[in-house]
């Protein structure tokens, strides 16, 4: 499995950004892939993921509104539309994939803590936000 992030970058509050991780080396039926985020000095936490069953999507209630998780298999690349961004988004975004489709939507919705679990991360992409 590999996983690579793109797309961050400095914007100031108010704006967007669209970040990109592309995937490969796993079948895309039997796996939930996901962004979470790690801010400084804090715990890493879930944000969004796609289940692979379904293409059902689910999203933290810190960025429910704002934020948008897309796939595209013909590019095996997944997408997060952050619009609207805030100071509080600054963090470094991961891409991770788990092979217990569900679990990862679990933790994006906060019913279970376990943000560092997942089977595969990529390294991160940095988004930082100005107020």
């Known amino acids: 499995v590999q996983l690579a992030e793109s797309g961050g970058g400095l914007v100031q509050a108010g704006g967007s950004l669209r970040l990109s991780c592309e995937a490969s080396?796993?079948?895309?039926?039997?796996?939930?892939i996901g962004w979470f985020r790690r801010a400084p000095g804090k715990e890493r936490e879930a944000v969004s993921c796609i289940t692979g069953r379904d293409g059902k999507t689910y999203y933290a209630d810190s960025v429910k509104g704002r934020f948008t998780i897309s796939s595209d298999n013909a590019k095996n690349t997944m997408y997060l539309q952050m619009n609207n961004l805030k100071p509080d988004d600054t963090a470094i975004y991961y891409c991770a994939v788990d092979f217990r489709p569900f679990y990862m939507a679990t933790i994006v919705l906060g019913r279970t803590n376990d943000s560092n679990g997942m089977d595969y991360w990529g390294k991160g992409t940095v988004v930082i936000v100005s107020s």
């Open positions: 080396g796993f079948p895309a039926d039997d796996v939930a």
